[in-house]
């Protein structure tokens, strides 16, 4: 319940300057804990599988270097929101693979996890591309045919970071290599 409260509270802060938030990144920032999201009204803190610091998997940020803005993405979402095969395709498929991508990460289930955060990679650039900078479509369909990493967007999208997962970083680093990594958890 105090959860509860501070993500309304943070909610209506952050709409403020974006327009709508469900006020989730800023309680994420304020806690610095991890947050697992069972539902809309049943949020809870929650731990992470310790690090592998000599394994050769990783969770990375790439630094797009375009500074995105969230209330264009935000409208865009809201308006194929209005359209019920994207309702349906983000239940069936889009919220489907999050949430086994969470499970996996959470239980350690690495090969799972790469099937998964790979469906989920595919989900989003056919169906949130105007979300993807435009000069990461094809980086990001890469990585897809090739497996060497798989991309999924932070936040809104539009630039900004972008969120890689690897299972073998300096084969993804050399396939990245004229963008910022930083590796944020090894396995």
Not at 38 to 51: C, L, M, R, V
Not at 133 to 147: A, V
Request: charged residues 25%; neutral net charge; contains cysteine.
């Amino acid at each position: 319940e105090k959860l509860l409260r501070l993500k309304s509270i943070f909610s209506e802060m952050e709409s403020f300057f974006h327009g709508k938030s469900s006020g989730l990144d800023p309680l994420n920032s304020y806690l610095s804990i991890p947050i697992l999201i069972n539902s809309k009204d049943n949020i809870e803190a929650t731990g992470i599988p310790s690090q592998k610091s000599e394994g050769n998997g990783a969770v990375f940020l790439l630094d797009s270097g375009i500074v995105g803005e969230t209330a264009p993405m935000v409208n865009i979402f809201m308006e194929n929101m209005k359209q019920e095969g994207f309702r349906k395709m983000l239940k069936d498929q889009f919220v489907k693979h999050t949430d086994a991508c969470v499970d996996d990460f959470l239980n350690g289930d690495i090969k799972s996890l790469f099937h998964n955060t790979k469906q989920l990679s595919k989900v989003v650039l056919n169906h949130f591309k105007p979300m993807i900078p435009k000069q990461f479509h094809e980086l990001w369909k890469k990585g897809i045919e090739t497996n060497e990493y798989y991309l999924k967007l932070c936040g809104s999208g539009g630039g900004g970071y972008i969120l890689g997962f690897t299972q073998d970083f300096e084969k993804a680093k050399n396939s990245l290599k004229d963008y910022k990594l930083e590796v944020v958890y090894n396995f």
